[in-house]
């Protein structure tokens, strides 16, 4: 079976200010650089990216973006462009996060076209899909997941999967204390693996990441890092707290 190193990305949305953001990124820099066995990744605000990599430049804690613009430069009011965020340290990406899906109303065409500006831009390129409430009880999971993932990596060459994670959301569980159960997640998980099978081949099937995200908190973190297609977390409210998210790695680290 194909060995997968965890991701666990700590999204702090639109949290944190400037001198709590750098204590909380240098708190879990510290836990990161004692566990090698997993990939820890921080994405705070696009204003305290800068900040944060002045705190952890020497360790082995990285650093993202929450969002990216598709274009390289031009009258793009209120957005950042690739090129922004890499002179600031930035590595990494979240793209499709529900928030930016049904808040801000981002459309598949405009989340395909930001991964494929993500991955040419040179960043690690998390897709987050998931379904809303109304979606899994009309019976629609499976249907809308594989369809955002059909969507969002129609632009994404075989070559350059190996940037990509994916992350399995389900809207209905995101900041609500609700959690798929294990089993639930499990089966989307598969899903997503035999679609990316279907789309490439067996080993970028075995070998992508596809974290799990929604609600993800110390205690439930193992139950459901022990799903062998589950490959780590994107935690949205615990990643405020150091003591959590350090928690959760440590989970990670025990899976
Ligand atoms: C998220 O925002 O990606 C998320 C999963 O949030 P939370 O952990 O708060 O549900």
New binding site residues.
């Given amino acids: 079976m194909t060995k997968r190193i965890p991701i666990i990305g700590g999204?702090w949305?639109m949290n944190t200010n400037l001198e709590s953001g750098m204590l909380l990124a240098g708190a879990i820099a510290d836990q990161a650089d004692t566990c090698e066995c997993c990939e820890v990744v921080v994405y705070p605000p696009f204003l305290y990216i800068q900040a944060v990599d002045s705190v952890i430049d020497q360790t082995s804690l990285h650093l993202g973006a929450q969002n990216i613009w598709h274009e390289p430069s031009g009258a793009f009011t209120g957005e950042v462009s690739g090129a922004m965020l890499r002179e600031v340290g930035a590595t990494s990406v979240i793209i499709g996060?529900s928030?930016r899906r049904h808040i801000l109303g981002e459309s598949a065409e405009l989340i395909s076209q930001k991964m494929e500006y993500s991955i040419k831009d040179g960043f690690q390129t998390v897709l987050?899909v998931g379904e809303t409430l109304e979606e899994r009880e009309a019976g629609k999971t499976v249907e809308v997941v594989l369809g955002q993932v059909k969507s969002g990596l129609q632009h994404v060459h075989a070559s350059k999967m190996e940037m990509v994670v994916i992350a399995y959301?389900p809207v209905w569980?995101?900041?609500?204390g609700k959690t798929a159960s294990p089993d639930d997640a499990q089966n989307v998980h598969k899903e997503i693996r035999e679609c990316v099978r279907g789309l490439y081949d067996e080993t970028i099937a075995n070998t992508l990441r596809i974290q799990y995200?929604?609600?993800?908190k110390p205690d439930n973190a193992a139950e459901l890092f022990a799903c062998p297609d589950i490959d780590g977390a994107?935690?949205?409210?615990?990643s405020l707290s150091a003591d959590s998210f350090n928690a959760i790695v440590t989970a990670a680290c025990e899976s």
């Fill in positions: 999204n949305k996060h928030e987050c959301e569980a995101i900041g609500t995200g929604g609600s993800v994107l935690v949205g409210g615990a």
